[in-house]
C-alpha cells in the first residue's frame, strides 16, 4: 500500500485519509442499488467497482465481470469473491477503463481538507484529461469518484452509486452537475433515510445517471419509512424549489455579504475554552481573540452577542470561544503554548500544508454572526457586539448597516427556508453561504434600486 501511495503525500496524511475511507455498505443498501439496476438493465457485461473495500457490490446482482479498485491490500485479501469478480489492488484512477456497462458502489467520503495533496492532483489530472473538467479544490472525494466512474462506461452505461445527496445542490459539486446536464444524460437521486451510515454525518443517496437515456430529466424521490420511494417536486422537495447560488462578483454595492467561517485546520488547539487559556497564561487581545464557532448553546430568542452573554453562555460554561492571534508576532507565552502542542494534534491536511502549522490568515470582524445549520425556518443570527471572528460552522455577515443587520437578525422577515434548502442530516438543515447571499440580494438590492 505504502507503494501504491508514495505520491499522495506524507504517510500521516495518506492514513488519515484511508482511516476515513473505510465505511461499509449495509447489505439491504448493496441490494436497493442493485434492484435499481435491474428495473434499468436487462443484462449487464462488465461491472466496475471504483473504491471497492471487499467487493459487497460483487454480490446481489447478475453480470458478466466485475472488476473491483480497490487501494487497501487487506481488504482484498479478506474478500470472498463470487464468480466472475476480482478485485485489483490498484488506485482507481490508474486505470483508463472505458468499456464498462455498469459503475456501482459506494465511494468513500473524505472531505476536501483531509484529502493528501498529492492524491487530490493526481486524481484532478486524470479528469482533467480525460473529461475536460476541472474539480472544484473544495470538492469531497466522491466526486472524483463519481466523475472516474461516468469517463469509464461506455456511451449507454449506468451509473449507480451511493453518495451524499447534497451533491445535487453543492457549489463545489457544480462543475459535476452542469458536465452531466449538458450530456442530456437521465438524473434519478433517491434521497435515504438518515440513519443508513451511523459514523457518515450526512443525507445519503442512491444516484443513478443513465448514459444510455438522454432525456436531460432529473428527478428526485425520497425513501419513506417503509422503504418506498415518493417522488419530490425538487430537490429541496418543495415547488419553490432550491435557492440558487449567487456569484460572490455578482453581490451589488451596498448589499452585506456573507463569508464562510474560519476553517483554523483544527479547533482543537487553535480555538481554546475560557480555562485552557487561563491555564496556557494567554492574554485576551495580546495573544487571543473572541470567536464563535457555535451559535446552538445560546437561548433561541437572544439576538446581540454582547459581554453579559458571551461570558455567560461561552466563557463559563467552557464553551470554544478564543481564537489565538496570528496577525501579530506571537508573544514568548503563545509561542511556548504553540511550540508543546503535540503534532498528533494537528494532522490534519489543512496544518500540515502550511509552512507554518498553525498560521492561519485571520479573518476580519464581522456584524453578524450566523449559523449555517438549523432546525426552524431560519438559521440563528445574532448580533455581534464583542467583536467574534466566525469560525466553523458560524458564517459571518459583513458590510451590513445597523437597520440590515436588524433585518438579518431578525430572520429577513419571516423568511422560511426549510422546504429550500436540502436536508442535512438528522433532521438538519444546512444554508450554503451563496445561498444566503441570494437571500440577501434580494431582501436588499431592491432597496437600493
Ligand atoms: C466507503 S469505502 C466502501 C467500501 C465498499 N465498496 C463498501 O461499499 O462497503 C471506500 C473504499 O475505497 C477505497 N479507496 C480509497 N481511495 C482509493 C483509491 N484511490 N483507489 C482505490 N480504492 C480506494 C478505500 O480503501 C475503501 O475501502
Not at 22 to 43: C, F, G, I, M, Y
Request: net charge neutral; glycine share 8%; with cysteine.
Amino acid at each position: 500500500m505504502i507503494d501504491l501511495t508514495r505520491d499522495w503525500g506524507d504517510w500521516t496524511s495518506v492514513s488519515l485519509y484511508l482511516d476515513r475511507c473505510q465505511v461499509d455498505t449495509p447489505s439491504e443498501l448493496v441490494r436497493a442499488a442493485w434492484d435499481h439496476v435491474k428495473s434499468l438493465r436487462a443484462n449487464v457485461g462488465k461491472v466496475l467497482d471504483l473504491g471497492a473495500g471487499d467487493a459487497r457490490f460483487a454480490i446481489g446482482g447478475e453480470y458478466d465481470e466485475y472488476i473491483g479498485y480497490e487501494i487497501d491490500a487487506e481488504r482484498c485479501s479478506n474478500a470472498r469473491l463470487p464468480n466472475h469478480a476480482r478485485l485489483v489492488n490498484r488506485c482507481a484512477f490508474s486505470d483508463d477503463v472505458d468499456d464498462a456497462d455498469l459503475c456501482i458502489g459506494n465511494p468513500p467520503f473524505v472531505r476536501n481538507q483531509d484529502l493528501p495533496a498529492g492524491w487530490r492532483e493526481q486524481a484532478s489530472e486524470v479528469l482533467r484529461r480525460r473529461l475536460g473538467i476541472s474539480v472544484s479544490g473544495l470538492a469531497n472525494a466522491w466526486q472524483y469518484f463519481f466523475l472516474q466512474s461516468l469517463a469509464s462506461l461506455k456511451n449507454d452505461g449506468l451509473c449507480v452509486l451511493v453518495i451524499p445527496f447534497e451533491w445535487v445542490s453543492r457549489p463545489s459539486a457544480r462543475a459535476l452537475r452542469d458536465y452531466i446536464a449538458e450530456q442530456q444524460w437521465e438524473v434519478n437521486v433517491y434521497r435515504l433515510i438518515d440513519t443508513t451510515f451511523d459514523s457518515v454525518l450526512t443525507t445519503s443517496s442512491i444516484t443513478i445517471v443513465d448514459k444510455g437515456k438522454r432525456s436531460g430529466r432529473w428527478s428526485y424521490f425520497e425513501e419513506t419509512a417503509d422503504g418506498a420511494y415518493l417522488q419530490m417536486p425538487s430537490a429541496s422537495g418543495s415547488k419553490a424549489g432550491v435557492i440558487e447560488y449567487v456569484r460572490r462578483s455578482d453581490i451589488p454595492k451596498g448589499v452585506p455579504r456573507a463569508v464562510r467561517g474560519l476553517s483554523p485546520g483544527t479547533q482543537k488547539v487553535l480555538t481554546l475554552t475560557e480555562g485552557e487559556r487561563v491555564r496556557s497564561g494567554l492574554a485576551i487581545g495580546r495573544d487571543v481573540v473572541p470567536c464563535i464557532t457555535t451559535l446552538r448553546v445560546l437561548p433561541g430568542e437572544l439576538r446581540d452577542l454582547d459581554d453579559v452573554a458571551f461570558k455567560r453562555h461561552y466563557r463559563t460554561p467552557g464553551q470554544k470561544c478564543w481564537l489565538i492571534r496570528t496577525d501579530a508576532t506571537p508573544s514568548a507565552t503563545l509561542l511556548a503554548y504553540l511550540n508543546a502542542v503535540p503534532s498528533a494534534d494537528y494532522q490534519t491536511a489543512t496544518c500540515l500544508e502550511r509552512e507554518t502549522w498553525w498560521a492561519f490568515k485571520m479573518p476580519p470582524v464581522p456584524e453578524v454572526l450566523i449559523a449555517q445549520s438549523f432546525k426552524g425556518g431560519f438559521p440563528k443570527g445574532v448580533r455581534n457586539m464583542i467583536g467574534a471572528r466566525a469560525v466553523g460552522g458560524v458564517s459571518g455577515i459583513y458590510d451590513a448597516s445597523k437597520d440590515q443587520v436588524a433585518t438579518i437578525i431578525g430572520g429577513l422577515d419571516g423568511e422560511d427556508l426549510r422546504d429550500r434548502v436540502v436536508a442535512h442530516s438528522n433532521g438538519l438543515r444546512k444554508i450554503e453561504i451563496n445561498q444566503l447571499n441570494t437571500l440577501l440580494v434580494h431582501r436588499f438590492s431592491s432597496v437600493v434600486d
